[in-house]
């Protein structure tokens, strides 16, 4: 199988490789300049340091240029997680459809049979996984909609109870939907490591709340996890920064703040006991 290429890794490659390239240029120069065992004619001079401006001049403007194409490779990686995700919603909607009239059928059939019970245990199972899916079909943006349905199968299969409140389609989202998902996707991927860490199967909830007034959108991801201390608050946000130990790298939520503020939002976070929640506000 092919080895799929990591442009960060290059990326990190390629600007170490350049900045030792104009090290080795600049210590030459100051060899020759300075060191009285180097002697070197003035033409051999001139072209010494004509080739470390160049080197100097190409490597500054390959670091410049690696930057907006790692940003671009970023968006590519979060609009493929995306159309994943919607892959996986309209599988699922799909399946629904197709076994729609067997359904229909064993009702009937325990209906026939005077199996009452048995028929109302059975819509109760088959209502609740149909309105699993339609609950996450409420806003203007199929991969809003798909990550919601994706964290929602990963809390079933953890033993969390994801509640979703959704009294807004957010139609007129200023962030591109993909770069939102990716503020909900680490939003409650946090809250699923931290009840999973602390709070006992059975007993773990997550509620996510999506509305709008006239000027703004507003989202939260609450859980009933651990509080987080005070005097973190402000460095949870910052780069690097995390509670995880080695589970986390630390840039989740500081993602999570800069998308929101390259789009004049804000993100912010209050938490008490078996009560966390991240709020974010988004301007129409």
């Known amino acids: 199988m092919k080895k799929q290429f990591e442009f960060h890794k290059a990326r990190i490659f390629l600007t170490g490789l350049n900045i030792l390239q104009m090290g080795s240029i600049l210590v030459l120069i100051l060899l020759a300049n300075f060191d009285e065992k180097v002697t070197l004619d003035k033409a051999e001079t001139i072209?010494?340091?004509?080739?470390?401006?160049?080197?100097?001049?190409?490597?500054?403007?390959?670091?410049?240029?690696?930057?907006?194409?790692?940003?671009?490779?970023?968006?590519?990686?979060?609009?493929?997680?995306?159309l994943?995700?919607?892959?996986?919603?309209?599988?699922?909607?799909?399946?629904?459809?197709?076994?729609?009239l067997n359904h229909i059928q064993v009702v009937?059939?325990?209906?026939?049979?005077?199996?009452?019970?048995?028929?109302?245990?059975?819509?109760e199972r088959v209502y609740g996984d149909i309105q699993r899916i339609s609950?996450?079909?409420?806003?203007?943006?199929?991969?809003?909609?798909?990550?919601?349905?994706?964290?929602?199968?990963?809390?079933?299969?953890?033993?969390?109870?994801?509640?979703?409140?959704?009294?807004?389609?957010?139609?007129?989202?200023?962030?591109?939907?993909?770069?939102?998902?990716?503020v909900l996707g680490n939003l409650i991927d946090n809250a699923i490591y931290a009840l999973e860490k602390e709070v006992p199967a059975g007993q773990r909830n997550?509620?996510?709340?999506?509305?709008?007034?006239?000027?703004?959108?507003y989202f939260e991801v609450e859980n009933n996890g651990p509080?987080?201390?005070?005097?973190?608050?402000?460095?949870?946000?910052?780069?690097?920064f995390t509670t995880k130990g080695e589970d986390g790298q630390g840039m989740g939520l500081a993602i999570c703040r800069e998308i929101l503020q390259e789009n004049n939002g804000t993100l912010e976070l209050s938490s008490s006991d078996n009560c966390t929640v991240f709020a974010g506000v988004i301007p129409r």
């Open 47 to 82: 072209y010494l340091i004509l080739i470390g401006i160049i080197s100097i001049v190409g490597g500054i403007s390959t670091i410049l240029g690696i930057a907006p194409l790692g940003k671009a490779v970023t968006q590519m990686e979060m609009m493929q997680e995306s």
């Open 84 to 100: 994943d995700n919607l892959s996986d919603l309209n599988y699922q909607i799909r399946a629904q459809r197709h076994d729609f």
């Open 108 to 123: 009937y059939s325990l209906i026939e049979l005077e199996e009452y019970k048995e028929a109302h245990s059975y819509l």
């Open 135 to 182: 609950k996450v079909l409420k806003t203007a943006h199929p991969a809003v909609n798909a990550i919601l349905q994706a964290k929602s199968d990963m809390c079933v299969k953890r033993g969390i109870q994801l509640e979703l409140a959704i009294h807004s389609p957010f139609s007129e989202l200023r962030i591109p939907s993909w770069e939102f998902c990716r």
């Open 206 to 217: 997550i509620l996510v709340t999506l509305r709008e007034d006239l000027k703004h959108y």
């Open 227 to 240: 509080a987080i201390p005070k005097q973190l608050w402000n460095k949870i946000f910052e780069p690097g």
